[in-house]
């Protein structure tokens, strides 16, 4: 059984589901995907069923009766992720903006070099994003450096959603306890393994925009991560982290 399950949360991805399943299961490793859809009106469920005859035992489908924001899709397929017993375990978007070829540097960044958090990071060396908007890549450029200020976490790109961890570390921490919904559970995230003492590392990507369906972001999705990073961390003063140490 392969170790990895690329977990790809959708609402109206029938455009794109198909083709990006086929490229992620040409590449020369195997990977194990779980969709995770949101009751899609364009029925990007029903082409994942039928998928799931082409690939058998590769690919598997979670619906839910509407939409519950990023961070739950991700949470129920941690927890799916761990009953099978996945050793690594992917966040990826179906839009083709996380290319499928960066799939395995960043899987290698976890496996070789022992992390347990590997970030596809767009910032990690300058600016590597193709064909946004100017003002939102300057929001999200901003956003990330607004994170590092107030958290103080070394980490470039925290808002990056192309992310591997390792089973140990999400087993670690209580997924019942995050508390972000929306793009700034992908800053949760790397704040919790970051205060915990999971090794991290960011692997270089270039981040394309969508070409097909329509972009899930919002101001009111943006405003609840950036407020969420104060209250995160006026929370953590309080906490008591146990630093995990990694061998």
């Known amino acids: 059984m392969p170790d990895t399950l690329i977990i790809i949360p959708t609402y109206q991805e029938a455009e794109n589901i198909k083709h990006l399943l086929s490229v992620i299961y040409s590449l020369p490793k195997e990977f194990h995907v779980l969709v995770i859809d949101d009751h899609?009106?364009?029925?990007?469920?029903?082409?994942?069923k039928s998928l799931m005859i082409e690939y058998p035992g590769k690919l598997f489908l979670m619906e839910r009766p509407g939409k519950q924001g990023?961070?739950?899709?991700?949470?129920?397929?941690?927890?799916?992720?761990?009953?099978?017993?996945?050793?690594?375990?992917?966040e990826m978007d179906a839009d083709f903006s996380?290319?499928?070829?960066?799939?395995?540097?960043?899987?290698e960044a976890c496996k070789n070099s022992q992390a347990d958090m590997a970030i596809g990071s767009r910032y990690k060396k300058?600016?590597?994003?193709?064909?946004?908007?100017i003002g939102r890549l300057l929001l999200s450029y901003y956003a990330s450096h607004y994170v590092r200020m107030v958290t103080r976490m070394d980490i470039r790109d925290s808002t990056?959603?192309?992310?591997?961890?390792?089973?140990?570390?999400?087993?670690?921490?209580n997924l019942n306890k995050?508390?972000?919904?929306?793009?700034?559970?992908?800053?949760?995230?790397?704040?919790k393994a970051w205060k915990l003492g999971f090794k991290i590392i960011e692997v270089p990507i270039i981040f394309i925009n969508r070409e097909s369906g329509s972009s899930?972001?919002?101001g009111g999705i943006m405003s609840e991560a950036l407020m969420g990073v104060i209250h995160m961390k006026i929370s953590s003063i309080r906490a008591n982290y146990n630093k995990h140490i990694s061998n």
């Open 160 to 173: 990056a959603g192309f992310v591997c961890m390792s089973k140990r570390f999400l087993e670690t921490i």
């Open 216 to 218: 899930k972001m919002s």
């Open 178 to 191: 995050i508390r972000m919904k929306g793009y700034g559970f992908q800053i949760e995230m790397k704040f």
């Open 70 to 90: 990023l961070g739950t899709a991700y949470i129920a397929g941690f927890k799916w992720a761990i009953d099978h017993h996945y050793q690594y375990v992917f």
């Open 98 to 107: 996380h290319n499928p070829n960066d799939l395995i540097p960043i899987y």
């Open 40 to 48: 899609s009106p364009d029925l990007t469920a029903g082409i994942v």
């Open 126 to 133: 300058g600016v590597a994003i193709v064909n946004w908007p």
